[in-house]
């Protein structure tokens, strides 16, 4: 079968970029025994602090970011695409970047992607969440064409909290994204109601893969993340899975041909059509 074979690497990062990099080190030569071509890690690979101030403190420009340089090491090392799901990185004005990063099997940087979709809600059970107040959106929607299965592969960027933005996933998909992506450190409690049938929507009305790797369980910050690191085909059927919350990785074969027959059966982006969207205003 053509193709390749993809994995995500479920993390549990702390606060110390040190021992995630660590972690990350042994998840990723996993992956790379198993046979894998891709490798997907979460959002926030490198630390997941939600104290501010610590966070900043730690905060590295891209070129001095030890996760940015790990990761690139690594993708050369087993020669693999590696994805770094996302990390934080200086930005201007005081602010962070959370940043996705793709490195080729030569260690080269193929392409970032900045989350665009901020988490600002307060949830039912008391969790309140601003990551505008620390994280400068992105602005620009991602797609990169990856060296996989011997042709490139068109992937589309997200990070967590994008996943309920269907439009950013249809602008790639009409792009000519065959895989999607959306790595995540998702809360514990949406992600019981909402994590699977998300992502499954995303790879169903697209007709594509849908990859997401996952933070899980609790971390040292004291937040508690979902886990369920994923891989689902585009009929919307798991491929494979990282079962609870626990550090792992799961693995799938990934044929890129199986896109386009899809499509073909059910071709909703074929048949989509403009329509005018004239609404009457509220009542005040």
Same mark, same amino acid.
């Given at each position: 079968?053509?193709?390749?074979?993809?994995?995500?690497?479920?993390?549990?990062?702390?606060?110390? $970029?040190?021992?995630?990099?660590?972690?990350?080190?042994?998840?990723?030569?996993? !992956?790379?025994?198993?046979?894998?071509?891709?490798?997907?890690?979460?959002?926030?690979?490198?630390?997941?602090?939600?104290?501010?101030?610590?966070?900043?403190?730690?905060?590295?420009?891209?070129?001095?970011?030890?996760?940015?340089?790990?990761?690139?090491?690594?993708?050369?090392? #087993?020669?693999?695409?590696? #994805?770094?799901?996302? %990390?934080?990185?200086?930005?201007?004005?005081?602010?962070?970047?959370?940043?996705?990063?793709?490195?080729?099997?030569?260690?080269?940087?193929?392409?970032?992607?900045?989350?665009? #979709?901020?988490?600002?809600?307060?949830?039912?059970?008391?969790?309140?969440?601003?990551?505008?107040?620390? +994280?400068? $959106?992105?602005?620009?929607?991602?797609?990169?064409? *990856?060296? *996989?299965?011997?042709?490139?592969?068109?992937?589309?960027?997200?990070?967590? +909290?994008?996943?309920?933005?269907?439009?950013?996933?249809?602008?790639?998909?009409?792009?000519?994204?065959?895989?999607?992506?959306?790595?995540?450190?998702?809360?514990?409690?949406?992600?019981?109601?909402?994590?699977?049938? *998300?992502?499954?929507?995303?790879?169903?009305?697209? /007709?594509?893969?849908?990859?997401?790797?996952?933070?899980?369980?609790?971390?040292?910050?004291?937040?508690? %993340?979902?886990? #369920?690191?994923?891989?689902?085909?585009?009929? /919307?059927?798991? *491929?494979?899975?990282?079962?609870?919350?626990? @550090?792992?990785?799961?693995?799938?074969?990934?044929? $890129?041909?199986?896109?386009?027959?899809?499509?073909?059966?059910?071709?909703?982006?074929?048949?989509?059509?403009?329509?005018? !969207?004239?609404? @009457?205003?509220?009542?005040?």
């Amino acid at each position: 079968m053509a193709g390749f074979k993809a994995a995500v690497v479920q993390m549990r990062s702390g606060i110390s $970029p040190e021992a995630n990099v660590s972690a990350l080190r042994e998840l990723v030569a996993e !992956a790379a025994a198993g046979g894998a071509h891709y490798v997907q890690t979460p959002e926030m690979t490198g630390m997941l602090c939600r104290d501010r101030a610590q966070l900043m403190a730690e905060l590295k420009p891209e070129a001095e970011d030890p996760v940015v340089a790990a990761a690139s090491a690594l993708a050369a090392d #087993h020669g693999i695409v590696l #994805h770094i799901g996302s %990390t934080a990185v200086g930005a201007p004005g005081g602010m962070a970047a959370n940043r996705a990063f793709l490195f080729g099997p030569d260690g080269g940087r193929i392409a970032t992607y900045d989350k665009i #979709h901020m988490f600002d809600v307060d949830l039912d059970n008391g969790e309140s969440w601003r990551e505008s107040r620390t +994280y400068e $959106p992105g602005t620009a929607a991602g797609v990169a064409d *990856l060296p *996989l299965g011997g042709e490139n592969v068109r992937f589309g960027l997200a990070v967590c +909290y994008d996943m309920r933005f269907a439009e950013l996933f249809r602008a790639q998909a009409l792009a000519g994204a065959q895989v999607l992506t959306a790595p995540a450190a998702f809360t514990r409690q949406t992600g019981e109601a909402h994590w699977h049938v *998300l992502l499954r929507a995303r790879a169903i009305e697209n /007709g594509a893969f849908m990859i997401a790797a996952a933070q899980g369980g609790v971390h040292e910050d004291g937040r508690e %993340t979902y886990g #369920h690191s994923i891989i689902i085909d585009p009929w /919307g059927r798991i *491929l494979a899975e990282v079962n609870g919350n626990e @550090p792992g990785v799961a693995f799938a074969d990934i044929d $890129p041909s199986s896109v386009a027959a899809t499509r073909g059966k059910i071709p909703n982006l074929k048949n989509r059509r403009d329509f005018q !969207a004239d609404f @009457p205003a509220l009542p005040a």
